[in-house]
């Protein structure tokens, strides 16, 4: 009965060794045949595009417009708080197709766009408008508006920027504390 169950114990040991080695020559054959894709991919000189990357072109200059702003800042200077300020960014178009504004976006909700919103032909004159109301603000101030356009880049920045002096809540109000 020792012999029968030592002799189950060899078989069962070599067998193991048989397949773990079976498993390493099939490990050592995948690993190798994943080297040799990576030194493939590094000798050759074509990039491999993602699955999931989205295509894209290099833009055609003739079907951008393009901007051309004499500032793309305004320093509104020092305003008291609930001043509401206005200023007018006026642009050329120096692109080689119309200029389409598709969108403009506030950074903040104290600063409301407007724009020209028919295509701005080459050579002529658009605007856009921004208007900041500092109620509830105090500080140093500089709110930015993004445009969305066909240009090269395609987003632009404007910016407003000054400072806002606090409301005192009276005439007696004291700066500092008080001692009693």
Known sequence: MKINVMNMTVCAVMLALGTSCNQKSEQDA?????????AQLETSNTAVTPVNAQATQVADAATLGS???PAIEHDFGIIKEGEVIEHLFKFTNNGQAPLVISNITASCGCTSPDWTKAPVKPGEEGFVKVVFNSSAKSGAQAPTVSIQANTNPSVTRLRL???VTPKIAGAAASVGPVKR
Do not use: V
């Open 67 to 69: 901007f051309e702003f």
């Open 30 to 38: 995948k690993i190798q045949a994943l080297e040799d894709k990576i």
């Open 161 to 163: 920027k000054g400072t």
